[in-house]
């Protein structure tokens, strides 16, 4: 048997070299493992304003008033309302704010916005539905959702119809 010249034989250094490439594949399907995913059906509430900036053409600045119910993981049957602002440039935006309030039996969870971008759809010069996503944080959390005081979540926004969008989230 051949000796490396830290005197292991090379079957040892093989099964040293497996046992870290285990480890390391145990260690990355445990962080997947604490990636929460959730489904929130969403409409817009009350009245919501595109405001045109009135420094150039295109310029508006979009006003939403929002509610939803989650689906999934430790949010599951929660109810969410918020409010969002966007800053449209032609059919590009970007995200000013996106705050919220998660409200489920013994536990809340406020969330702030940390980026967002919106790119809306055209079909035979007529808006028909746009794509959203970016990230938040859970800035206070309390009771049965303390848990989640501090975490980040990434999320993505599909219409469903004029009024209603689901938002697809991952937590970490």
């Known amino acids: 048997m051949k000796t490396s010249k830290f005197g292991l034989g090379l079957h040892k250094v093989s099964s040293l070299t497996l046992a870290a490439a285990l480890s390391s594949l145990c260690t990355a399907a445990l962080a997947q493992a604490t990636v929460e995913v959730t ?62 309030v998660v409200r489920k039996p013994g536990g809340l969870a406020v969330f702030s916005l940390l980026e967002g971008r919106r790119t809306l759809i055209m079909k035979e010069g007529k808006v028909v539905g746009y794509t959203s996503s970016g990230s938040s944080k859970f800035t206070t959390a309390t009771g049965t959702l303390s848990s989640y005081s501090g975490k980040s979540f990434s999320w993505t926004v599909t219409p469903a119809s004029a009024f209603e969008f689901v938002i697809d989230t991952k937590t970490n």
Request: charged share 15%.
């Open 39 to 100: 489904k929130s059906a969403c409409a817009f509430v009350g009245a919501n304003s595109n405001e045109p900036a009135g420094d150039r053409d295109g310029h508006v600045i979009q006003v939403a008033n929002y509610s939803c119910k989650v689906q999934g993981g430790g949010l599951d049957g929660a109810i969410t309302t918020g409010q969002a602002a966007w800053d449209h440039e032609g059919l590009n935006a970007t995200a000013a704010y996106n705050v919220g």
